[in-house]
Structures are given as structure tokens and as C-alpha cells.
């Protein structure tokens, strides 16, 4: 069982996510998850008060469908398929950074206390981190028209040049995250 | 019960990112700082099998299922629209660790605080809905 309750190698998983966007599209549809961010508020406060939200998200059920199901895929994996020693053997000079940043190497963890724990996330600083990301996250998908699934995975298999812009622009925005925001939060 | 074949492909895109491991904050910063192949290799993967199926589909017009019609769309062009807004996905991205999948996933995998990004991302897209006339797209 060694190789369900590892880290799932990266040709099997892309292979996997590659079929799951095809899958989709045989269904008549696109593989799109931050369309559910605007669903979500559709559906619950936003409809009536603003265009954009103005639209009948009912159609939309089937990918609010994917949404449910990823959650309940995410607690399978992690409940049932998951080795907690075997996982996250991460690069140890990316160790060697997190240390000097005061960020917790994984051991088994998948996301560090640093941020995710209750005890950072609920303080001060720690949530507004992470609302702060989320707030990103939420403006830059709808405006880019898409996030990673969006455009990564259906638009360059598309061959689409927006959507070569956009996983540009993702690239762009996370290279500045990861070596000056985060050394500028973290650090001391 | 239409409904059900999705949320079977939203349970496999769950247990598939989880287990790639593509949901992990660690795996987000190791790929932006180059320290790791892992990330690449499942994005050029998929992008390579997402290309060779969609050639395909095309080309042999392969019918979608039970009548379903294939809806392969060009998408429209801009500059603006796609570089702003990718970049600033990008930086929170790269900050927090997870794109809107994951986000999802998270929650099933029992990282609570993840609820709190989850918050931050439905304000920002409602942000977005009301200056969506005033931006440049």
C-alpha cells in the first residue's frame, strides 16, 4: 500500500488531473474551479444587488457539484489514504530557507503552524495573512478569468495565448510572494 | 442524479490533489523558489495529456456524453484583463499556498484555518463584481 499512502508521483497525479479536465469537457463542460467563488456569492447574498451575480446559478449546480466533491475527496485522501511519515520529503534547502524564516518544516504536517495552525491563524497577524491571500485569490481569478485549472490546465491545453498571459501573470505574482513578501512577513 | 457523476469527479480531484500533494502550502513555495521539479512535472504533465486529448476530441468530433455538446471555447483577448489579474491571483497564491481547488480540498483535509482564506477569497471576488465596470479588462 506503500504507493497509495506516499506522495503520489507527479507523472501519475498530472496524468490524473489532465484526464479529470478531459473527463469534464466530454460532459459538456469546463474545468473551472473559481467560478465557484462567484457562484457561492450568487447564491447566497450577492444576486439580486450586483450585475455580475446577477445570473441564474442554478446552472452552474454541476461544478458547486465538483466543489462538494473535492472537499469530501480531501478528507478521504487525508483520512484514509495517507501515511503521515511517508509524505511532503521536501527539498532540504527549502528546509534550509523556511528555518530562516521561523517556518516549520512539514513532518507529516501539510501546511506549516506558521500559518495554518489555530493558534497563528486567530492571532492578529496570522489572519490577516491569510485574508489578505484569500482577498487575492478572489479579486484575481474573476478578473484573470480563471485560476490554475481555468487557464493552466483547459486554456494552455487549448492552446489559448490568454491564457499563456494569465499562468504568466500567476508566475509573476507568486515568484514575488515566495522571495520578497514572504522574507518580508517571516523574516526577522 | 445528473449531478452525481460530477461530484464523483470532484471526490477523484480531491484524493488526486491531496495526494500529489499539489495542495500544500510546502509544495506552492518550493516550486516559486525552484527548489523542486514536483510541481512542474504534474502541471506539464496534465497540460500535455489536456493538449493531446483536446487535439483529439477536435479532430475525430467525438461526440460529448448522452448528447452532451462539447463546449471547447476560444477565449476572448485582452492584456490587461489577464496579466493584472493573474498577477495579483500570483500573490496569493504564492502567499497562502492554494488556488480555489485547493481551497476546497483543504476543508476535507481538516485545515480549519483555511476557512479564513476561503472568507478572503468570497470578499474579494464580491469586490470584484462591483468595480468590475471600472477596471481595464
Same mark, same amino acid.
Given at each position: 500500500?506503500?504507493?497509495?499512502?506516499?506522495?503520489?508521483?507527479?507523472?501519475? $497525479?498530472?496524468?490524473?488531473?489532465?484526464?479529470?479536465?478531459?473527463?469534464?469537457?466530454?460532459?459538456?463542460?469546463?474545468?473551472?474551479?473559481?467560478?465557484?467563488?462567484?457562484?457561492?456569492?450568487?447564491?447566497?447574498?450577492?444576486?439580486?444587488?450586483?450585475?455580475?451575480?446577477?445570473?441564474?446559478?442554478?446552472?452552474?449546480?454541476?461544478?458547486?457539484?465538483?466543489?462538494?466533491?473535492?472537499?469530501?475527496?480531501?478528507?478521504?485522501?487525508?483520512?484514509?489514504?495517507?501515511?503521515?511519515?511517508?509524505?511532503?520529503?521536501?527539498?532540504?534547502?527549502?528546509?534550509?530557507?523556511?528555518?530562516?524564516?521561523?517556518?516549520?518544516?512539514?513532518?507529516?504536517?501539510?501546511?506549516?503552524?506558521?500559518?495554518? $495552525?489555530?493558534?497563528?491563524?486567530?492571532?492578529?497577524?496570522?489572519?490577516?495573512?491569510?485574508?489578505?491571500?484569500?482577498?487575492?485569490?478572489?479579486?484575481?481569478?474573476?478578473?484573470?478569468?480563471?485560476?490554475?485549472?481555468?487557464?493552466?490546465?483547459?486554456?494552455?491545453?487549448?492552446?489559448?495565448?490568454?491564457?499563456?498571459?494569465?499562468?504568466?501573470?500567476?508566475?509573476?505574482?507568486?515568484?514575488?510572494?515566495?522571495?520578497?513578501?514572504?522574507?518580508?512577513?517571516?523574516? $526577522? | 442524479?445528473?449531478?452525481?457523476?460530477?461530484?464523483?469527479?470532484?471526490?477523484?480531484?480531491?484524493?488526486?490533489?491531496?495526494?500529489?500533494?499539489?495542495?500544500?502550502?510546502?509544495?506552492?513555495?518550493?516550486?516559486?523558489?525552484?527548489?523542486?521539479?514536483?510541481?512542474?512535472?504534474?502541471?506539464?504533465?496534465?497540460?500535455?495529456?489536456?493538449?493531446?486529448?483536446?487535439?483529439?476530441?477536435?479532430?475525430?468530433?467525438?461526440?460529448?456524453?448522452?448528447?452532451?455538446?462539447?463546449?471547447?471555447?476560444?477565449?476572448?483577448?485582452?492584456?490587461?484583463?489577464?496579466?493584472?489579474?493573474?498577477?495579483?491571483?500570483?500573490?496569493?497564491?504564492?502567499?497562502?499556498?492554494?488556488?480555489?481547488?485547493?481551497?476546497?480540498?483543504?476543508?476535507?483535509?481538516?485545515?480549519?484555518?483555511?476557512?479564513?482564506?476561503?472568507?478572503?477569497?468570497?470578499?474579494?471576488?464580491?469586490?470584484?463584481?462591483?468595480?468590475?465596470?471600472?477596471?481595464?479588462?
Amino acid at each position: 500500500m506503500e504507493v497509495i499512502h506516499g506522495t503520489w508521483h507527479w507523472a501519475v $497525479s498530472g496524468f490524473l488531473i489532465g484526464l479529470i479536465m478531459l473527463v469534464l469537457t466530454y460532459f459538456g463542460k469546463t474545468f473551472g474551479m473559481s467560478s465557484n467563488l462567484r457562484n457561492i456569492c450568487s447564491m447566497t447574498f450577492a444576486k439580486k444587488k450586483i450585475e455580475y451575480f446577477d445570473f441564474d446559478w442554478k446552472a452552474q449546480k454541476w461544478n458547486l457539484s465538483i466543489a462538494l466533491g473535492a472537499v469530501v475527496g480531501g478528507f478521504i485522501a487525508s483520512y484514509f489514504l495517507m501515511d503521515s511519515t511517508d509524505i511532503l520529503q521536501i527539498n532540504p534547502k527549502t528546509i534550509e530557507n523556511l528555518k530562516a524564516l521561523n517556518i516549520d518544516e512539514p513532518n507529516g504536517k501539510i501546511g506549516p503552524d506558521a500559518l495554518f $495552525s489555530l493558534e497563528n491563524a486567530f492571532s492578529v497577524k496570522g489572519f490577516f495573512i491569510l485574508l489578505v491571500g484569500g482577498f487575492l485569490i478572489g479579486f484575481g481569478t474573476p478578473y484573470a478569468g480563471g485560476c490554475t485549472s481555468g487557464h493552466a490546465i483547459s486554456g494552455l491545453s487549448n492552446l489559448q495565448i490568454p491564457s499563456l498571459i494569465a499562468v504568466i501573470g500567476f508566475f509573476v505574482g507568486g515568484l514575488i510572494s515566495a522571495h520578497f513578501l514572504i522574507p518580508l512577513i517571516f523574516g $526577522s | 442524479m445528473k449531478l452525481i457523476k460530477f461530484f464523483i469527479v470532484g471526490i477523484v480531484f480531491g484524493i488526486v490533489l491531496t495526494k500529489a500533494e499539489a495542495v500544500s502550502w510546502y509544495r506552492i513555495y518550493e516550486m516559486f523558489m525552484f527548489q523542486s521539479f514536483h510541481m512542474y512535472g504534474i502541471i506539464g504533465t496534465a497540460v500535455f495529456v489536456g493538449v493531446t486529448g483536446i487535439y483529439l476530441i477536435k479532430k475525430k468530433e467525438i461526440q460529448g456524453f448522452k448528447g452532451a455538446e462539447i463546449d471547447i471555447q476560444d477565449k476572448d483577448f485582452s492584456f490587461s484583463r489577464y496579466s493584472i489579474g493573474g498577477t495579483m491571483f500570483g500573490l496569493g497564491w504564492g502567499l497562502v499556498g492554494s488556488c480555489p481547488g485547493p481551497i476546497f480540498i483543504l476543508i476535507g483535509n481538516g485545515v480549519l484555518s483555511i476557512c479564513i482564506v476561503l472568507l478572503g477569497a468570497l470578499f474579494g471576488t464580491y469586490i470584484y463584481g462591483t468595480l468590475k465596470n471600472k477596471l481595464p479588462h
